[in-house]
């Protein structure tokens, strides 16, 4: 079990999801991370252990994109490598997730035939590479993370982003997301209360099923 969020609206992105995460560590405290969309691209932090309050700067306050995982380890041991967020090769595509890929050793090894390689030790990996495997094909972000997830045996929730579109893209089977409608701003959620202090306008996603926050 781990905890997800996140946020795309005008500002202070970062800052919300790091707040969220401190209500969802019930749900994974042996590490966390938050990675947010700059001028320079997705910026990453990444801890192990508890929550602890992000180094002054290190987080943007013009980020209108962010999210973050507090994370509780099944596959990997507990290191800052194996923290969420997780990259695809490319480094455009970042990805949070709960649950556990049942095939991912399967789907590891087809995608180092095509020439992936891995940094980490988890199967969140083998999802973000899957997405950028098909964003290659389509050039489209949304279906590139269905294509990637109906290879996908197992339960998940995941939220992805792309460096370059102005999206959350998040999918949920047998895993727990919500959607939170805010004022002029959107959320992505493990659970309700992540978000609370900012809608109680909920949407719960039902199994198989994909949204796509942004404009």
Same mark, same amino acid.
């Given at each position: 079990?781990?905890?997800?969020?996140?946020?795309?609206?005008?500002?202070?992105?970062? #800052?919300?999801?790091?707040?969220?995460?401190?209500?969802?560590?019930?749900?994974?405290?042996?590490?966390?991370?938050?990675? #947010?969309?700059?001028?320079?691209?997705?910026?990453?932090?990444?801890?192990?252990?508890?929550?602890?309050?992000?180094?002054?700067?290190?987080?943007?306050?013009?980020?209108?994109?962010?999210?973050?995982?507090?994370?509780?380890?099944?596959?990997?041991?507990?290191?800052?490598?194996?923290?969420?967020?997780?990259?695809?090769?490319?480094?455009?595509?970042?990805?949070?997730?709960?649950?556990?890929?049942?095939?991912?050793?399967?789907?590891?090894?087809?995608?180092?035939?095509?020439?992936?390689?891995?940094?980490?030790?988890?199967?969140?990996?083998?999802?973000?590479?899957?997405?950028?495997?098909?964003?290659?094909?389509?050039?489209?972000?949304?279906?590139?993370?269905?294509?990637?997830?109906?290879?996908?045996?197992?339960?998940?929730?995941?939220?992805?982003?792309?460096?370059?579109? #102005?999206?959350?893209?998040?999918?949920?089977?047998?895993?727990?997301?919500?959607?939170?409608?805010?004022?002029?701003?959107?959320?992505?959620?493990?659970?309700?209360?992540?978000?609370?202090?900012?809608?109680?306008?909920?949407?719960?996603?039902?199994?198989?099923?994909?949204?796509?926050?942004?404009?």
């Amino acid at each position: 079990m781990c905890g997800i969020i996140g946020v795309i609206g005008q500002n202070n992105a970062p #800052f919300k999801v790091f707040a969220g995460l401190k209500k969802l560590e019930y749900r994974g405290y042996d590490s966390w991370g938050i990675s #947010f969309k700059s001028c320079n691209g997705i910026e990453t932090i990444k801890k192990t252990g508890h929550l602890t309050q992000p180094e002054k700067g290190s987080l943007n306050h013009n980020s209108y994109c962010a999210m973050g995982h507090t994370r509780w380890a099944t596959h990997g041991k507990v290191t800052v490598e194996n923290a969420h967020p997780h990259f695809s090769n490319s480094k455009e595509i970042a990805i949070i997730h709960n649950g556990i890929v049942e095939n991912f050793e399967e789907l590891k090894n087809s995608l180092k035939e095509k020439s992936f390689s891995f940094l980490t030790e988890t199967d969140t990996e083998v999802i973000a590479n899957l997405i950028e495997l098909f964003f290659r094909e389509t050039k489209d972000f949304v279906q590139a993370t269905r294509m990637a997830l109906q290879k996908i045996e197992g339960n998940y929730a995941i939220v992805a982003m792309h460096k370059d579109t #102005f999206e959350l893209v998040g999918a949920g089977n047998g895993s727990p997301l919500v959607i939170g409608i805010g004022d002029k701003e959107l959320f992505f959620a493990s659970d309700v209360p992540a978000f609370l202090p900012y809608t109680k306008k909920v949407i719960y996603l039902n199994d198989n099923e994909l949204a796509v926050l942004g404009k």
